[in-house]
C-alpha cells in the first residue's frame, strides 16, 4: 500500500504540489488526471523518490521513502516506473536493457537475468526483438520496452507518467493494451494519463488533481461521467473537445 | 693545420640512431596517453560532481590548457629537479605530458558525462541502481560515443607535442633527428623523413577512428 499523507513540494517559490493526501491500495488502478501543471506527474516521482519533498510523508509498504534513513535504491525495487519520454538506453539492445538491472542492482547471474528478460520481452509482445537496438523500434515498443525493463525488477508497484503522451496515435493502442495485460494480472498501478476513456474503462479509482490538490476522487463512473466539482467539469468538458485518440 | 670530423656524411649507423628515437617517441607518447587518460577520466567526472570540485580543479585545467607545452616541460623539469626528484628525462617528459593529456581529457569527459541526456540517468535510478553503477553503465557507455572523436584530436596532439620533450634531454625521434642535423647538415631530407614518421604514427590512429566511431554511432 501506498500512503501519501500532506505532500508538499516548491520548485523555488512555486507551490507544485500543496498538501496532498492519497492512499493506493494493493491490486488497484488509480488514474490521476488534471490538467498540465496541475502536479499529477510531479506527484508519482515524488512516489519514486526522484524528486524531494518539502513536506507530508510518503510510505511504501511501511517505508517512508524521503527518510534519509531509508535504502531508496532497495525501495526502488518495489516501485516500477515508465516515463513519457520512452527511455530505453540506446547503446543497449532490447534484451540488455531488460537484463542489465537484474543484473546490476538484483545481483542475479548473466544467464539467469537474460533468461529472465526474454521472459519479460515475451510478456509484452518483444520476444521476436531481443537483439534490436532501441533506434531500430518504434515508439510503441520502444514504450513497451521500457515496461518490460521495469517488470524486470519485479516490483510491486507500477508507476506510469503520461507513456502515451509522446507516442503517434496509432502507436498508443498497443501500449495501453500491455497495461491493461498488467492490470488483469493483478498489479497495482498508479497512472497518470491525458486519457480519459482508458481512464474510463480500466481504472478502479480516479484522482482530479488542480493546481496542486486533490479537488475530487472516487470511482471513474463518479468522477469522470459524474463529477461533483466545478473544476472538474470544466476541465472533462475541455478534454472532450479534443479529437479522440486511437484506442 | 686543417681537421677533419669524421663521419660527416649520413651514415647506415645512423638509421640505428633513428631507430632509437623513433622507440623512444613511442614509448612516451603511449604512455602518457595512458597515464593522462586515466586521469583525465577521473577529473573530469569529479568536475561534473559539484560546483566546488569544478571551482577547486579550475586552476589546473586552466594552466595547463593554455601554457604552451614547451613551456611546461621546462618548468616541470625545474621544478620537479628543485623538489629532489631525481628521475630519468623520459619521466619528466611524461609527466609533463601526461598532465597537459589530463587536462584536456577532463573536459572532453565533463563535456561527454553532462551530453548524457537525464531521461537516462533518471531511468537508470529508478530501476535501483545507485549513483555509480548509474555512472558505469549508463553514463561512460553513452558518454564514450561523444568524447571519442575529440579524444583522438587530443592523442593526435600529444604525439606531435612529444617531439617537444627533447628540451629536457630526452632524445625522442626529433631529438635525434636534430642531432644528425647539426652533424651532417641534411637538414631537408631528415625533416622530411621526421615528418613522413609522425603522420606514419598519426594517420593509422585517426583512420582507426573514424572506424570505430562508425561502429559505435547509434
Known amino acids: 500500500m501506498i500512503e501519501i499523507k500532506d505532500v508538499r513540494k516548491t520548485f523555488g517559490i512555486l507551490a507544485v504540489l500543496k498538501g496532498i493526501n492519497l492512499d493506493v491500495n494493493k491490486g488497484e488502478l488509480l488514474c490521476l488526471i488534471g490538467a498540465s501543471g496541475s502536479g499529477k506527474s510531479t506527484l508519482l516521482q515524488c512516489i519514486n523518490g526522484l524528486e524531494p519533498i518539502q513536506g507530508g510523508e510518503i510510505i511504501v509498504d511501511g517505508i517512508s521513502v524521503h527518510d534519509p534513513k531509508t535504502n531508496i535504491n532497495m525501495l526502488r525495487r518495489k516501485l516500477g516506473i515508465v516515463f513519457q519520454q520512452y527511455n530505453a538506453f540506446p547503446h543497449l539492445t532490447a534484451l540488455e536493457n531488460v537484463a542489465l538491472a537484474p543484473r546490476v542492482v538484483a545481483k542475479r547471474g548473466r544467464k539467469e537475468a537474460l533468461a529472465l528478460a526474454q521472459k519479460h520481452l515475451d510478456h509484452v509482445g518483444l520476444g521476436n526483438k531481443a537483439d534490436s537496438l532501441p533506434s ?16 524486470a525488477m519485479e516490483p510491486s508497484y507500477m508507476l506510469f507518467d503520461e ?19 498488467l492490470k488483469s494480472e493483478g498489479m497495482t498501478m498508479v497512472v497518470v494519463t491525458h486519457d480519459i476513456n482508458f481512464a474510463r474503462e480500466s481504472a478502479d479509482r480516479v484522482a482530479f488533481l488542480h493546481q496542486g490538490e486533490v479537488c475530487e476522487i472516487g470511482t471513474a463512473e463518479e468522477v469522470i461521467d459524474n463529477p461533483q466539482k466545478e473544476q472538474t467539469q470544466k476541465f472533462l468538458r475541455r478534454e472532450k473537445r479534443k479529437p479522440l485518440e486511437v484506442a | 693545420m686543417q681537421f677533419q670530423f669524421a663521419n660527416q656524411g649520413l651514415a647506415w649507423s645512423d638509421a640505428y640512431f633513428l631507430a632509437q628515437g623513433l622507440l623512444n617517441t613511442v614509448r612516451l607518447a603511449v604512455t602518457a ?30 594552466i595547463l590548457r593554455s601554457v604552451p607545452m614547451i613551456i611546461q616541460l621546462i618548468l616541470a623539469n625545474s621544478f620537479l629537479s628543485i623538489l629532489g626528484f631525481g628521475a630519468s628525462p623520459f619521466w619528466f617528459g611524461t609527466f609533463a605530458l601526461s598532465a597537459w593529456m589530463a587536462a584536456v581529457t577532463a573536459e572532453v569527459v565533463r563535456a561527454g558525462l553532462l551530453s548524457v541526456p537525464v531521461q537516462y540517468r533518471k531511468s537508470a535510478r529508478s530501476l535501483g541502481m545507485n549513483g555509480f553503477q548509474e555512472l558505469v553503465h549508463i553514463s561512460m557507455p553513452l558518454a564514450f560515443r561523444t568524447a ?14 612529444s617531439a617537444l620533450a627533447g628540451v629536457v634531454g630526452y632524445v625522442e625521434y626529433m631529438r635525434a633527428t636534430q642531432i644528425l642535423i647539426t652533424r651532417t647538415h641534411e637538414t631537408w631530407l631528415l625533416l622530411i623523413g621526421a615528418g613522413l614518421f609522425y603522420f606514419i604514427i598519426c594517420y593509422p590512429v585517426s583512420r582507426y577512428s573514424r572506424r570505430l566511431e562508425r561502429k559505435i554511432v547509434v
Do not use: C, H, N, Y
Open chain 1, 163 to 181: 507513456v502515451t503522451s509522446a507516442l503517434d496515435p496509432e502507436l498508443v493502442g498497443e501500449v495501453l493494451e500491455t497495461m491493461r495485460l
Open chain 2, 148 to 161: 571519442l572523436t575529440p579524444w583522438i584530436g587530443l592523442v593526435l596532439s600529444l604525439i606531435k607535442d
Open chain 2, 33 to 62: 596517453t595512458i597515464i593522462g587518460t586515466l586521469a583525465g577520466i577521473v577529473l573530469g567526472w569529479l568536475r561534473t560532481v559539484s560546483v566546488t570540485m569544478r571551482i577547486a580543479t579550475s586552476p589546473f585545467i586552466d
Open chain 1, 136 to 151: 531500430q523500434m518504434s515508439g510503441g515498443q520502444q514504450q513497451r520496452l521500457a515496461i518490460a525493463r521495469a517488470l
